[in-house]
C-alpha cells in the first residue's frame, strides 16, 4: 500500500518519469497498432517488434554499452529491413504472407539471439542492460532515455493526426484514395516508418518480445466498443495507457518483475472484458438478443396456434394438446403460457386456453403478417404458393409496423393469402 | 577434421528436431497455419512452468501433457475468438499468444528459485549442454544424451503421424471442401495436427526454445516450397535442409560463440534467402528466353 501511494503520488522524479514515458509510448502505439488492426496487418507488428532484436545487439556491439541513440537507431534499422523483407518475399515468391511474416520474424529474433549469446560471452558488464530490452524494464528508463524514446513516440503521435485523414482513407479504400490523387505508396512508407517506430519507443519498457501486443490487443478491445475510427482510437489510447502504467506499477513494486508482461496481463484483462461485456458486440449481449429473439419467435407461435385454432372452429386446446404441439420444448411453452395468462393475453377456461381480446389483437397481428409476407413473395417474385410459407414463417418476427403499412399499401389491402386463407384484421371478429 | 563426439551429438539432435518441425511445419504453411504455428510455440509456456512446477521434473510426459493441453487450448481460444466473439483472425492469434505467453513468463519469474527454468532457457534452450546431461541407468550404464532421445522419440512419433495420415493430411491441406464431402473429419485432422505441433514444440523446448522452433516449423519448409511444386519432394527438401541447417548452424554458432539454436534460425534464413534469390534469377532468365514473336512485339 505504501508503494501504491507513493508511485501515484508522482513524488518521486523518476517515478514520474517512468509514467510519463510509458503514457507517450502506450499512446503512439496503441494509434499505430489501431490502424494495422484495421488494415488487417495486426501480426505484421509482431514480426517487427522480434525483428528489432538484431538492431539492438548490433548497437550494442557498436558502442559498445547501453546508448539510447544506437539502440533506436540500430532497432530502427532491422525493424525496418524486416517489413521490406516481408514485403520482397511476399511479391517475389508463392508463398503466402503469414508464412512469410513467420519466416522473417522467426529468423531475424534467431540472428538477435545469436547476437545476444555471442555478447553474453563476452561478459560485458553493462549487458545487464541488454536483459531489459526482451522483457522489458520500465524502471530502468532514465532521463537520456526518456528523451529520446519520448520525442519519438510524440513525433509518431503527431505524424499519425497530421495524416489521420489521408490513413484513414488509405486503410478503409485504398483504390479511392489513389483516384482522388493520394501518394498512396509514399503514405504507406511513412506509415510502415511510423509502426517501425512505435515498436522502437516500446523496447525498453515492455521488450522486444511482447511488445507487439501493445500493438494488437488495445484496438481489439476498442473494437468492440464502437464502429467509429475516432472513438475506437481514444479507446484503444485509453485501454494501453492504463495498462501501460498498471505494468510499471508492478515492476517497481516487485523487484525483478518484468514489465512487459504484466503489461500485456493488464491490457488482455481489458480485452476478455470486452469481449464478453461490451455494449452490442460483446458475447454477453449478442447471447441475450438471441435469447430474447428465440422467446419471441417461441410466443408467436404460441399465439398464433391458439388463433389457428379459433379460426378452424374446431375444439378449444388443452394446456397439454398445447404441450404437445412444441415437443422438446415444454419446459419453455408453460413458461410461456403462465407469462401470456399474467399479460392478459389468454385465459384458462374449462381447462381450455383462449385468446383475450388484446391476445386476440396480437395473435391476429402475427398471423396476418405471415400472410401479408407469403402474399407479397408470391405477387413480387412470382414464388409458387407451396414455396413461400418456410420464409414467411421467418419474416412474421421480424417485420415492423411501418413495413407492414408498407406492404399492406403494396398490395393493395388484400382479403386472402395465396393458400386462400383469409388475411384476418383489426376489425374482424 | 578430427571427430568430435560432441559435436556430432548436437548436430544429430538438430537435425532430428529440425526434421520434426519441418515436416509438420509443411502441413502448416499449406494450411496458411503458419502463425497458428508462431502462437502454439508460445502459448505452451504457461503449460510447461506450471507441468515442471507440480511434477518437480525436467523430464517425464507431465510437461509434455501440460504444454500438449496448452497448445490445443491455444488453438481453441483463436478459434472461440475468431468465430464466435468475431475478432479478426490475426488479431485472435496475436491477443492469444501474447497473453498466454505473458502468463508463462510471469509463472517463471514467481517460481524463480523454485524450478530450474529461466527466461533465456526459454527464449532459446541450451543444445549445446545436451552431451552432458545423460541417462544413467541404476546399474551405471549411460544410454546417451536425455535430450537426444528425447528427440528420437518425438521423430518416430512426427513419422508414423504424418506416414499414417499422410493422405488424410494432404487432402485436408488442399482441398478441404472435398476432403469434407468424402467424409473426413477435418476438425479431427486440423486438431490432431495442433496436438502434434504442441507436443514437437514441447520436445524440442529444452534443445532450442519457444520461439526458434518458429524457425524450424516454417523456414525449411518455406524453402523447400518455393523450390518444389510437389507434397513429396517438398518433404525431402525439408528433412535435406533440416540437416543442413543444424550442421551448418552448429559451426556458425562454434565460430562465433553464441547460440547454437540463434545459428539455426540464422543458417535457415540464409537458405531461405538463397532459394528466393535462385527462383528470381530462374525467372529473369526464362523471361529473357522468351523470343518475342516480329508481330506481337509490334
Known amino acids: 500500500m505504501e508503494d501504491f501511494v507513493y508511485f501515484f503520488s508522482f513524488q518521486d522524479p523518476n517515478v514520474a518519469m517512468v509514467v510519463a514515458g510509458i503514457t507517450l509510448l502506450s499512446i503512439s502505439a496503441a494509434m499505430v497498432g489501431t490502424f494495422t488492426f484495421l488494415d488487417k496487418k495486426a501480426l505484421l507488428g509482431d514480426a517487427i517488434s522480434h525483428a528489432v532484436l538484431p538492431g539492438v545487439c548490433l548497437a550494442f556491439m557498436f558502442a559498445g554499452s547501453k546508448n539510447p541513440y544506437w539502440i533506436v537507431l540500430g532497432a530502427f534499422i532491422t525493424g525496418a529491413v524486416s517489413t521490406y523483407a516481408i514485403e520482397w518475399i511476399s511479391r517475389s515468391t508463392k508463398l503466402k504472407e503469414d508464412t512469410v511474416i513467420a519466416a522473417v520474424l522467426s529468423v531475424f529474433f534467431g540472428i538477435g539471439i545469436l547476437l545476444f549469446t555471442q555478447l553474453q560471452q563476452t ?8 536483459d531489459h530490452f526482451l522483457f522489458g524494464n520500465a524502471i530502468s528508463i532514465v532521463y537520456e532515455d526518456l528523451m529520446v524514446y519520448g520525442i519519438l513516440a510524440l513525433l509518431v503521435i503527431v505524424c499519425l493526426l497530421v495524416f489521420y485523414k489521408e490513413f484513414k482513407l488509405i486503410i478503409f479504400n485504398p483504390g479511392y484514395a489513389q483516384s482522388v490523387g493520394l501518394p498512396v505508396k509514399r503514405l504507406k512508407l511513412l506509415f510502415n516508418t511510423l509502426l517501425v517506430m512505435a515498436v522502437v519507443t516500446g523496447i525498453q519498457a515492455i521488450g522486444v ?61 481489458i480485452a476478455f472484458a470486452s469481449f464478453f461485456f461490451a455494449g452490442k458486440k460483446g458475447i454477453l449481449s449478442k447471447w441475450y438478443n438471441q435469447r430474447n429473439y428465440q422467446q419471441k419467435i417461441h410466443r408467436d407461435h404460441l399465439l398464433k396456434s391458439l388463433y389457428q385454432v379459433r379460426e378452424r372452429n374446431a375444439a378449444p386446446l388443452g394446456k397439454a394438446d398445447i404441450l404437445e404441439l412444441f415437443p422438446g420444448k415444454e419446459k419453455e411453452t408453460k413458461r410461456f ?74 398490395l393493395d389491402y388484400p382479403t386472402q393469402d395465396p393458400h386462400h386463407s383469409k388475411i384476418p384484421r383489426d376489425h374482424d371478429l | 577434421m578430427t571427430f568430435d563426439p560432441n559435436a556430432f551429438l548436437i548436430i544429430l539432435t538438430g537435425t532430428l528436431i529440425a526434421i520434426s518441425c519441418g515436416l509438420l511445419g509443411s502441413f502448416l504453411i499449406l494450411r496458411n497455419m503458419a502463425m497458428i504455428g508462431d502462437a502454439i510455440s508460445h502459448a505452451v509456456l504457461p503449460g510447461i512452468v ?52 505473458a502468463i508463462g513468463i510471469i509463472l517463471i519469474t514467481v517460481f524463480a528459485g523454485q524450478i530450474d527454468l529461466d527466461q533465456d532457457c526459454v527464449l532459446y534452450g541450451e543444445i549445446a549442454y545436451i ?34 495420415m499422410y493422405k488424410e493430411l494432404k487432402l485436408t491441406s488442399f482441398d478441404k471442401q472435398f476432403a469434407q464431402t468424402i467424409g473426413f473429419s477435418t476438425g479431427f485432422i486440423n486438431l490432431s495436427l495442433m496436438g502434434m505441433v504442441s507436443y514437437t ?52 554458432a562454434y565460430f562465433i560463440d553464441g547460440s547454437i539454436a540463434g545459428a539455426m534460425a540464422s ?32
Not at chain 1, 561478459?123 to 541488454?130: E, I, V
Not at chain 2, 526454445?209 to 524453402?223: C, D, H, N, S, Y
Open chain 1, 337 to 410: 403460457i403462465s407469462k401470456l395468462k399474467k399479460e392478459g393475453q389468454i385465459e384458462e377456461k374449462s381447462n381450455h386456453l383462449l385468446l383475450t381480446p388484446t391476445g386476440l389483437v396480437e395473435a391476429k397481428r402475427v398471423v396476418r403478417l405471415h400472410r401479408l409476407w407469403e402474399l407479397y413473395l408470391a405477387q413480387y417474385l412470382n414464388l409458387a404458393p407451396d414455396h413461400v410459407h418456410d420464409m414467411a414463417e421467418k419474416m412474421e418476427h421480424l417485420l415492423t409496423p411501418e413495413l407492414e403499412a408498407k406492404l399492406d399499401a403494396s
Open chain 2, 267 to 298: 543458417v535457415s534464413g540464409l537458405f531461405l534467402l538463397a532459394a528466393i534469390l535462385y527462383v528470381t534469377i530462374q525467372k529473369r532468365s526464362i523471361g529473357k528466353g522468351i523470343i518475342m514473336p516480329a508481330e506481337l512485339k509490334r
Open chain 2, 201 to 252: 514444440t514441447v520436445s524440442s523446448f529444452e534443445a532450442v526454445g519457444a520461439i526458434l522452433v518458429l524457425a524450424l516449423l516454417v523456414v525449411p519448409p518455406a524453402t523447400a516450397y518455393i523450390l518444389t511444386k510437389k507434397l513429396k519432394p517438398m518433404l525431402l527438401l525439408t528433412i535435406l535442409i533440416g540437416f543442413l541447417t543444424s550442421l551448418v548452424g552448429y559451426y556458425l
Open chain 2, 131 to 164: 552431451p552432458l546431461d545423460l541417462i544413467v541407468t541404476e546399474n551405471n550404464t549411460i544410454l546417451g544424451p536425455r535430450v537426444l532421445w528425447i528427440a528420437v522419440i518425438n521423430v518416430i512419433l512426427v513419422l508414423l503421424y504424418v506416414g499414417f
Open chain 1, 209 to 269: 518480445v511482447l511488445m507487439a501486443a501493445l500493438l494488437i490487443t488495445p484496438p481489439a478491445a476498442a473494437r468492440f466498443w464502437s464502429d467509429r475510427l475516432k472513438i475506437i482510437l481514444l479507446l484503444a489510447v485509453i485501454f494501453a495507457v492504463l495498462s501501460g502504467i498498471a505494468g510499471a506499477y508492478i515492476s517497481f513494486a516487485v523487484p525483478h518483475m518484468p514489465t512487459g508482461p504484466w503489461v500485456v496481463m493488464a491490457i488482455s484483462f
Open chain 1, 123 to 130: 561478459g560485458d558488464a553493462a549487458l545487464s542492460g541488454l
Open chain 2, 50 to 101: 506450471l507441468a515442471f512446477f507440480f511434477s518437480g521434473q525436467r523430464e517425464g510426459i507431465a510437461i509434455i501433457i501440460g504444454a500438449g493441453l496448452l497448445g490445443i487450448l491455444a488453438t481453441i481460444i483463436i478459434d472461440y475468438l475468431s468465430t464466435k466473439v468475431k475478432l479478426q483472425n490475426d488479431a485472435s492469434i496475436g491477443v492469444t499468444f501474447t497473453w498466454l505467453f
